[in-house]
Each structure stands twice: as structure tokens, then as C-alpha cells.
């Protein structure tokens, strides 16, 4: 495959603190390279710097002559009063494609982004569709490379699904920063993970993320040995060099010398191959009551309509409940609504009496202005946890912050930081329930599994609200899905959920199917309150709607053809004929029903 772009030697620091150094990282036609890697290891600057958005400390990056490349940063924000057709006119015009291209390309991108009204507000929307509109405002330029930071963190589990065919089946190269697992499963042909555990701070394999463990294992591996392996020559060495003066003046030059650079080289493993680790633990309370929070026929929702209606279930200490949905189904109300902050229209919420329950809340509602001492000990010198005194360093030290980090405030953290700060608060309070609104966003794949760790082994009962299905079958016991039109349902697990939700989707579908097909199941014998002309044309009725179905169905067809989408002339006549398809059989649907109520 053509190399699009090549990166060599590239580095950069913030003051005295280096991100990485002679990093080296190349992007070729069909690469699609998931990036990973510890917080603070730089991907979102290594990332900037490709897209030629900050400047490198040193080192070159290369794009290849005409190569289109487009960058959709973690936090997606529009302009105030900005509509969001407005916002793929300003890219598509911004890449200069013909009028006719450029009207098709839209209906295209944002049909298949899932939008339907096109003057909505772009800021008034909820992340999870900024994320989907961001995407679609990067994808219009037709890209030969996209740069995804964290795309999944707003988006909602079909989100993720829809993002995923995308990426499957896209005909540019990406890369893609991404801690959520599964989703590095189903998209990634290549992965590189940014460390300072490697040798040249990177580790490049080709394959998905369960490949990149199998490859990185054994090179760990065979880099412990290594490492065993000069320890014990090092200790030869050091016995060697502490000999007596007289062995000493004897000593070959090249050999001290030698000796000199084993210990260097071991030096720079050792610091590189230093873990450290989040240490995550909740706190439990000391409750023996089995049943904590009971919800009897609870109903809520908005003037629109109902987000659940006579939801039912009991929350018991141990019961890890998983909560899933569309964005807007109402899994964040539904933690209010266990919490006590609003109360069901309908039904009844009962919780065991002096109950604690911690919150988690997504939006991450930490003091800007605060140091990160004040943010993690209100100020204080030290945190009561357990029932023990911890200085506040050593708290910092468990959750990965330096002393000369509390300091600084707390809007210099990254959202993995400011996220690690919030679990850390959490774990001070003794809590019967825990309530987790997406605790995982920003977090690197380390601290994941022993967030998962620590939330499998609390005593009391969680309720999860996460996008990472990998988390959710590792820690729930179960599932409640939302449909976000009223329904709520329990399963054993996430795929469980995913065919119910697949079933409801086909028997959404029936109905309109029915009305297309009615003239198959109805007699085509003509009623007597028809005219004539009108029984003939009713007669043939049932023909010319498959025939209309079937014209459709070929010109959407068409419009997948990869042949087809990347030819403009091609693309416009293809849309114009669903348009025409579309149109021709409504109309028939109108006629039919214009002969039903003849017919009475």
C-alpha cells in the first residue's frame, strides 16, 4: 500500500517532562491503526502534531502530495445558532466540490449519520449526536486520512455500532485513539501502543486489539529476560570492577568501558519497565439488609412522551445491574430517580432506611480553580480512608500523581486525570450503592481493568451506565435496557440485550411493510362502490407497488456500490433516482389508501 504520511523522529515535552522522544509513526492506504496507550503518554499530542495542528519539539512530518486529511478532536463544539446543515456546508465548501456533488454528498453523509432534521441547533445537540455531526463534518471532505480522538466517549452503543460499520467498510485510512476495547476488536487492522516501556516508545503489530496482546506479551516477555539476562551481567561486572587495586591498574580500558555501558543500558530499562498502577478500591459500608432499593411500576417521561412505564425491580446488595439505551433513553434520569433527586409520575420507589449511595457523575463537576491537593484532600494535609490517615502525596501516589503536580490547578488535568480525581473522591465515602454514570470516559486500558477488578469484588450493588461492552460483560450480573419509548427490559448480558433490540427494530418495520403489502392480502375483485376505470386501475394496484418496492430497492442498492460513491456524476444520478423511487412509490401508497376509503 502508498504511504500517505510518514513521521520520524518526532518529540515533545512539556517543560521538563518529556512526552516521547524520537518517536517515529507512519499511516499507509488502508491502515486503520488503533492508538493506545497510558494517560498523559501523549496521543492526543501525537495525534495534533500528524494533523498539523502543534508544532513538534523536534523531528519531521511528511504528508503525501494531494493528500486529504482531517482531524475530529475529543470535544466536539459548534458555532451558537450554527444549524447542523450549515455545518456541512461550511466543510463542503471548505473542499470545494462541484454543486451537484457536494448536495448529494450531504443528503448521503448525514442520512447515514442518523440525522433527520437538518435546521436543528449544532450546540444544542447532546454530545452523542456533536460526536455523530463532527464525524459527518470530517467525512464530507472525503479524507484520505481521519484522525479520531476518543471518538466513542460520546456516543451511545448503537453509536458505537454505527461508527464501527463505518470505519469497516471506509475506503480512507485512520487512526484512531481509543481506550474501548471491543470497539479495537471490531475496527482495528493495526495497533500501536505509546509507552516508555518500549525502546524506541513504541510498539507497532499488525492485527486487531486481542492480536496486539498476544504480540505484546511475548515481547515483554522476552524483554524481561532480557533484562534478567544483563542484570546478572552487570552484577559479573560490578564484582569484576570492586576487585583490589592491583587487579584494577591491570584492568583492560575497553572492558571498564564495556562494563560502563551494561550499566547505562540496564539503568534505562529499568526506569522504562517501572509500573505503576492506579490502586482503586470502594469503600462498603458495614449494612447487613439484602434489599437496598425496591422500584414498584415506576413511570417517567416528558411531555414527548414516556422514557419507562411500570418499570419493576428490586436492587439487592451484590447485584451488579448494567444500564443500556440510546442516548435520550433515560438511563441518567433513572439514576436520579434511585438517588431521590426526582421522584416516578407513576409508581413507587422504596429504599432501605440511612441508605448510602455514591455518585459518579459523568460530567466530571470538578472546581477549576482548585489545586490538585485541594481537588483530592479539600485542602487538607491528609484523607481519612478505611478508617486509616493517608498523607495526602501518598494518596495522590495511588491514583499516578507526582507530588509536584498537587500544585497546579486542576483545569491543567487531563480527562483521564480529572476522572482519577473523582474515583478517588468516591472512594472516601462508605457507600451501600454505587452509581456509575460513564466512569470510564477518558481512562487508559490499565486503569480500566482495575477499575473492573475493584468493581467485581464491592460487597454492595452498582448500577453502571457505560459505553464499554467489554466492561459491562466483565462486571454486570445483568442488564436493564431502555428503548427510550417506554419499554425496559432485564437480560443475563449485553448480546442478550442487542437481540431483543434488533427484534424490536424488525417489528417496528412491520407495520409499514403491512400497509405497502395490503394489496397482496386484500382481494383484488373490485368493490361496487368503485367506477370502472377505477376497479382496473385498483386491480393492477398490488403489481405496480412491488414493482415500485423493487425500483427502490435497486436504486438503493446502486447507491452502496463503492464504484458508484466515488464517482460524483455517478453518486448525484444515483441519489436523484431514490429520490425519484421514493416519491413514485408514495404515491402509490397515497392511491391505495384513497381506495380503501372508497371502499369504507
Known amino acids: ?109 448525514l442520512g447515514r449519520a442518523g440525522f433527520r432534521d437538518f435546521g436543528q441547533e449544532a450546540a444544542a445537540l447532546s454530545g452523542g449526536w456533536r460526536k455523530r455531526l463532527a464525524l459527518a463534518e470530517a467525512l464530507v471532505a472525503q479524507p484520505d486520512i481521519l484522525l479520531l480522538d476518543e471518538p466513542t466517549n460520546h456516543l451511545d452503543l448503537a453509536g458505537i455500532e454505527w461508527l464501527e460499520k463505518l470505519l469497516q467498510t471506509a475506503s480512507f485510512a485512520c487512526v484512531v485513539v481509543s481506550h474501548d476495547r471491543y470497539f479495537l476488536e471490531n475496527v482495528a487492522t493495526g495497533m500501536a501502543e505509546l509507552n516508555r516501556v518500549y525502546p524506541d516508545g513504541l510498539l507497532r503489530v499488525s492485527g486487531n486489539y486481542s492480536t ?22 552487570v ?26 555501558e551494561l550499566i547505562v543500558e540496564l539503568a534505562d530499562l529499568n526506569a522504562r519497565t517501572r509500573k505503576a498502577t492506579a490502586d482503586i478500591d470502594f469503600s462498603a459500608s458495614d449494612r447487613k439488609t439484602k434489599r437496598l432499593i425496591e422500584i414498584d411500576h ?42 431521590g433527586e426526582i421522584a416516578p409520575l407513576t409508581g413507587e420507589i422504596r429504599r432501605a432506611p440511612s441508605l448510602r449511595i455514591v455518585y459518579f ?32 502525596v501518598s494518596w495522590a501516589t495511588r491514583f499516578l500523581f507526582s507530588s509536584e503536580q498537587l500544585n497546579q490547578p486542576v483545569s491543567r488535568l487531563s480527562g483521564g486525570e480529572r476522572a482519577r480525581v473523582l474515583i ?38 452498582l448500577v453502571l451506565v457505560t459505553h464499554d461492552r467489554y466492561l459491562l460483560d466483565r462486571v454486570s450480573t445483568a442488564v436493564l435496557g431502555l428503548d427510550g419509548e417506554g419499554s425496559a427490559e432485564v437480560f443475563a448480558d449485553y448480546s442478550q440485550w442487542e437481540t431483543w433490540r434488533a427484534e424490536r427494530q424488525k417489528s417496528k418495520s412491520k407495520p409499514a411493510a403491512a400497509t405497502v403489502s395490503s394489496p397482496k ?80
Do not use: C
Open 1 to 109: 500500500m502508498a504511504l500517505l504520511l510518514n513521521a520520524q523522529n518526532l518529540s515533545k515535552s512539556y517543560g521538563a517532562n518529556p512526552l516521547f522522544r524520537d518517536l517515529s509513526i507512519n499511516v499507509s492506504e488502508g491502515d486503520r491503526l488503533g492508538l493506545i496507550g497510558p494517560n498523559g503518554s501523549g496521543k492526543s499530542t501525537l495525534l495534533e502534531i500528524l494533523a498539523g495542528q502543534r508544532e513538534a519539539d523536534a523531528g519531521d512530518v511528511a504528508l503525501r502530495k494531494n493528500t486529504r486529511l482531517r482531524y475530529v478532536s475529543q470535544e466536539s463544539r459548534f458555532a451558537p445558532g450554527e444549524t447542523v446543515r450549515q455545518v456541512i456546508r461550511r466543510a463542503l465548501d471548505m473542499a470545494a466540490l462541484a454543486a451537484d456533488e457536494a448536495r448529494a454528498l450531504e443528503a448521503e453523509t
Open 212 to 233: 496486539f496482546l498476544e504480540m505484546k506479551s511475548e515481547f515483554l516477555a522476552a524483554q524481561a529476560k532480557h533484562q534478567e539476562a544483563l542484570e546478572n551481567r
Open 235 to 260: 552484577r559479573v561486572e560490578l564484582e569484576w570492577l570492586r576487585r583490589g587495586p592491583k587487579a584494577r591498574a591491570t584492568k583492560a580500558k575497553a572492558r571498564v568501558d564495556h562494563a560502563r
Open 298 to 339: 415506576a413511570s417517567y417521561g416528558f411531555a414527548s412522551g414516556l422514557l419507562f412505564d411500570r418499570l419493576s425491580f428490586v436492587l439487592t446488595a451484590g447485584a451488579r445491574i448494567g444500564l443500556v439505551g440510546p442516548n435520550g433513553s433515560g438511563k441518567t434520569t433513572l439514576l436520579r430517580l434511585l438517588r
Open 361 to 392: 457523575d459523568q460530567n466530571r463537576p470538578l472546581d477549576p480553580d482548585l489545586t490538585l491537593r485541594q481537588a483530592l484532600a479539600s485542602g487538607s494535609d491528609s484523607v481519612v480512608y478505611q478508617g486509616r490517615t493517608i498523607h495526602v
Open 424 to 461: 478517588a473522591n468516591l472512594m472516601l465515602e462508605p457507600a451501600d450503592i454505587l452509581l456509575l454514570d460513564e466512569p470510564t470516559n477518558d481512562l487508559d486500558i490499565p486503569t480500566l481493568e482495575i477499575l473492573e477488578e475493584s468493581l467485581v469484588e464491592f460487597p454492595g450493588a
Open 521 to 600: 392480502a386484500a382481494s383484488t375483485t373490485p368493490k361496487k362502490k368503485l367506477s370502472y376505470l377505477d376497479s382496473r386501475e385498483f386491480s393492477t394496484m398490488e403489481s405496480r407497488i412491488e414493482e415500485a418496492e423493487q425500483t427502490l430497492a435497486a436504486a438503493r442498492a446502486r447507491l452502496e456500490d463503492p464504484e458508484v460513491t466515488r464517482d460524483p456524476q455517478r453518486l448525484a444520478d444515483s441519489v436523484h433516482q431514490i429520490e425519484q423511487a421514493q416519491s413514485a412509490l408514495d404515491a402509490l401508497l397515497v392511491r391505495w389508501l384513497e381506495f380503501e376509503e372508497k371502499i369504507g
